[in-house]
């Protein structure tokens, strides 16, 4: 494409374009680290440096033309827009030949339960038959190929580069999480969502958003970016709406589009879960849907994983798979790496590696395991550095209120002390609670699990999937279920 052609796709420049010799665009990047010649350099201000300040090194890599919002010196021409973030999400879609228009795109946001519900609605649609995309925490996914991932929604560029590819895979449904921080930062604008799904919405990220009133409307632009009321393909956008949760029945207003609305408590809702019966290895409910009732049997595990089933099948739903199918699916569902993961041994005692992060997550992970735990509940726990402090003491509350033996330990400290953030979390436990520090991970998890007995179920919090613990701004081999997979096998030979 060339430079003339993808500049012109701007809409606004807040003053003339200079006359410059025409290019083919090789890349367009926001990223000194990633200039070739042949590249436009866009300067982001971002929230540790402004990109602004590394234009020289941009030319000097080979960019051939800058887009800026403030004045820049520089030798190679410099077009000016009002919001240079805007203008790398219009420049991007443009660039990469809007992907999102060619697949169904299935977004979904809220606080907990986006990596399950796009696992869910990945399988779901893969079969159906359908090649799918996955981008979210773990790794963008194109058919079974599998490509890393520095955040939970990739930024701009990463993001129509990936959805790129997946045209070319000939992937024709993708399901990606949308954070909240990514929606407010413009990460997914141009992204032609087909279906929105809403999961729930309860604290994270106070470190980012301040305040939960800032937080909701970060997770409505969701809803507001769907838009026109028919997609690409000619179908009708719908959003998929919790309406347990207070914030599902007030996103309804920030849409224009169709609602599909799912509850266990909310008689209201289209497609509903009811008599839910929770064991070890799967949970039992009846699922009615627009009132026609079918019994499940499904292998994930806890209410809020109906929760996250009732949101994938609707996005099943929307798109016109049939209930015998979706059904299906669900119930050949096995669960996602790190999610109430269980691992148990012959010692009788069993370990579960979950990746809740946050107070809702946490509750919802013990509660669980109260139900069907034949003994005592461990918990390790800690909280991760440079993330939202005032989550700490709430996480800690929480753990103590609701297992038996609590092991207060480090999670991804990063660049703050270790011991400084388990004082904040200790800070939360109410008098008269025992529990133990112990800041090594690796400790912490081998003493649980020591000193758990036949029939305790040991729960291993915060880390889920992840392979690293990230100590300073080093990351690190470290992985949940190997360790306790380790310190169970010790405990078998004795
Ligand atoms: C606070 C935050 O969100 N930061 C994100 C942001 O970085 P930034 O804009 O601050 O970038 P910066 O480092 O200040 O650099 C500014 C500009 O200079 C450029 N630069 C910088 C250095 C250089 O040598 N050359 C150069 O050109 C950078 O490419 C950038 O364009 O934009 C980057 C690209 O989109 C993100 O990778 C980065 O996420 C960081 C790694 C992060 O930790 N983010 C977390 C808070 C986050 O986004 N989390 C959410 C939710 C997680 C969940 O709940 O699952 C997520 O979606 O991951
Ligand atoms: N629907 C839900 N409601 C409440 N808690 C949930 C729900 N689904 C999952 N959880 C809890 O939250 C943890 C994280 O789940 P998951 O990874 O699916 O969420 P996420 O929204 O992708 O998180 P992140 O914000 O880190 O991307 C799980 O391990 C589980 O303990
Ligand atoms: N992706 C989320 C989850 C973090 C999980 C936890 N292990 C931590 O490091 O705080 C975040 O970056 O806030
Ligand atoms: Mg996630």
């Given at each position: 494409m060339l430079a003339s052609q993808l500049i012109n796709t701007l809409r606004f420049k807040t003053r003339p374009v200079p006359d410059f010799a025409d290019f083919t665009v090789n890349l367009v990047t926001q990223d000194t680290r990633e200039i070739e010649p042949g590249s436009i350099f866009v300067a982001i201000k971002g929230f540790s440096v402004d990109g602004h300040k590394f234009v020289p090194t941009a030319?000097?890599?080979?960019?051939?033309?800058i887009v800026a919002q403030e004045p820049?010196?520089?030798?190679?021409?410099?077009?000016?827009?009002?919001?240079?973030?805007?203008?790398?999400?219009?420049?991007?879609?443009?660039?990469?030949?809007?992907?999102?228009?060619?697949?169904?795109?299935?977004?979904?946001?809220?606080?907990?339960?986006?990596?399950?519900v796009t696992h869910m609605i990945d399988a779901i649609f893969r079969h159906h038959g359908e090649q799918t995309g996955l981008i979210g925490t773990m790794y963008r996914r194109i058919?079974?190929?599998?490509?890393?991932?520095?955040?939970?929604?990739?930024?701009?560029?990463?993001?129509?580069?990936?959805?790129?590819?997946?045209?070319?895979?000939?992937?024709?449904?993708?399901?990606?999480?949308?954070?909240?921080i990514a929606l407010i930062q413009g990460r997914v604008w141009g992204i032609d969502f087909d279906t929105a799904v809403f999961t729930n919405f309860t604290q994270d990220h106070l470190d980012y958003h301040k305040t939960m009133a800032e937080y909701a409307h970060a997770k409505s632009l969701l809803f507001a970016q769907l838009g026109n009321t028919y997609g690409?393909?000619?179908?009708?956008?719908?959003?998929?709406?919790?309406?347990?949760?207070?914030?599902g029945e007030k996103f309804q207003a920030d849409t224009a589009v169709e609602v599909l609305t799912y509850g266990i408590k909310n008689h209201r809702a289209m497609v509903r879960a009811q008599n839910v019966k929770i064991h070890e290895r799967g949970t039992d409910f009846d699922l009615i849907v627009f009132g026609e009732k079918h019994h499940l049997t499904v292998k994930t595990v806890g209410l809020f994983n109906v929760y996250n089933l009732l949101a994938a099948f609707g996005a099943g739903y929307v798109a016109g798979i049939s209930t015998a199918e979706l059904i299906a699916t669900l119930e050949a569902f096995p669960g996602v790496?790190?999610?109430?993961?269980?691992?148990?041994?012959?010692?009788?005692?069993?370990?579960?590696?979950?990746?809740?992060?946050?107070?809702?997550?946490?509750?919802?992970?013990?509660?669980?395991?109260?139900?069907?735990?034949?003994?005592?509940?461990?918990?390790?726990?800690?909280?991760?550095?440079?993330?939202?402090?005032?989550?700490?003491?709430?996480?800690?509350?929480?753990?103590?209120?609701?297992?038996?033996?609590?092991?207060f330990t480090s999670d991804n400290p990063r660049t703050e002390d270790p011991e400084a953030i388990l004082d904040e979390v200790v800070a939360?436990?109410?008098?008269?609670?025992?529990?133990?520090?112990?800041?090594?991970?690796?400790?912490?998890i081998q003493t649980a699990i020591h000193q758990a007995q036949a029939?305790?179920?040991?729960?291993?919090?915060?880390?889920?999937?992840?392979?690293?613990?990230?100590?300073?701004?080093?990351?690190?081999?470290?992985?949940?279920?190997?360790?306790?997979?380790?310190?169970?096998?010790?405990?078998?030979?004795?």
């Open positions: 030319v000097a890599n080979g960019a051939q033309l820049v010196t520089t030798t190679v021409p410099v077009i000016y827009v009002n919001d240079t973030r805007r203008a790398l999400a219009e420049l991007g879609d443009a660039f990469y030949g809007r992907p999102s228009h060619q697949m169904q795109v299935v977004g979904v946001t809220g606080t907990n339960g986006k990596t399950t058919g079974q190929k599998k490509f890393p991932t520095a955040n939970t929604t990739p930024d701009v560029l990463t993001l129509q580069k990936t959805l790129k590819q997946m045209v070319d895979s000939h992937v024709t449904t993708v399901a990606m999480e949308v954070s909240s690409s393909n000619g179908r009708p956008k719908v959003a998929v709406m919790n309406i347990d949760d207070p914030m790496k790190g999610r109430l993961q269980l691992i148990t041994s012959a010692s009788g005692v069993s370990a579960i590696v979950d990746y809740s992060h946050t107070p809702d997550g946490l509750l919802n992970a013990l509660t669980t395991i109260n139900d069907f735990a034949p003994r005592d509940v461990y918990c390790v726990i800690g909280c991760g550095g440079d993330r939202d402090r005032s989550k700490r003491p709430k996480m800690a509350k929480i753990a103590v209120e609701n297992s038996d033996h609590v092991f939360g436990v109410p008098a008269g609670y025992h529990y133990d520090r112990i800041t090594d991970r690796r400790a912490a029939g305790d179920i040991v729960l291993i919090a915060g880390k889920g999937h992840e392979d690293y613990q990230i100590i300073g701004k080093t990351k690190h081999h470290f992985d949940d279920v190997e360790e306790a997979t380790k310190a169970l096998e010790i405990k078998e030979k004795k």
